[in-house]
Every structure is written in C-alpha cells, then in structure tokens.
C-alpha cells in the first residue's frame, strides 16, 4: 500500500503563487508517476500535471501551462506543485495521486491512477 499525504493549499490573491507538497510513503518502489488533479465546486476531477518518477519527464494541461511547475525529489517520495500567476478559475480542491503501472506514456486519466491523497483546497481571490 501506499498513503499520499497532501499539504500547501490555502487562500491567495489573483496572480499570487501557492506551492502544493504531496509526499509518499509505504510501497513507493515500483512508483511510475506521480500527478496532481483538481476538482472545483460541481465539475469533474480534471487531470493538472505529471511527473515520470524516473527522469524528469512532465505534462501540462493547457489549462496550467506556463503557469505551473511539477517537480519531485525522490530522496523525500515528494512531488511539488508549484502555482504562480494563479487565477480565480484555478480554485478547486487540489489532488495528487500515484501511478505505479508502467506505460510508454505519462498518465492523465483518473483510471490511470492507483492511490490518492486527500485533497487541499486552493482558493483563489480576485
């Protein structure tokens, strides 16, 4: 098994930055990819960025792109989120979650992924 805990949300001003934190723990070994998702007030969980575990290989939704950095450093199991230039529209309930099937492909589908933490809400002021 494996247990995701999230952490960074919080309230910020239109074009302010937040960095979001999600570190791993238990069964990480076989770690293929991690990602983070969002999920505002009555929509669907969308897909926000992922991070290939070994080597930096990353993928932006175009939602996000140019505005948000995924990084991880694998001697703390941690992935980061890191927001700038945030929009009211960006506010949602921040997920990140862990893929451990390999694939030729970075993850982008909820399916994809097997274990989740909880959500940090990320509240953006205009």
């Known amino acids: 098994q494996v247990q995701l805990v999230v952490s960074g949300g919080g309230l910020v001003q239109a074009g302010g930055s937040l960095r979001l934190s999600c570190t791993a723990s238990g069964r990480t070994f076989s770690t293929y990819g991690m990602g983070w998702f969002r999920q505002a007030p009555g929509k669907e969980r969308e897909f926000v960025a992922a991070?290939?575990?070994?080597?930096?290989?990353?993928y932006y939704a175009d939602s996000v792109k140019g505005r948000c950095t995924i990084s991880r450093d694998i001697a703390k199991n941690t992935v980061y989120l890191q927001m700038n230039s945030l929009k009211p529209e960006d506010t949602a309930v921040y997920y990140c979650?862990?893929?451990?099937?390999?694939?030729?492909?970075?993850?982008?589908?909820?399916?994809?992924?097997?274990?989740w933490g909880q959500g940090t809400q990320v509240t953006v002021s205009s």
């Open positions: 979650a862990l893929s451990n099937t390999l694939r030729l492909w970075l993850p982008r589908e909820l399916n994809e992924y097997q274990y």
């Open positions: 991070i290939k575990w070994s080597g930096d290989t990353t």
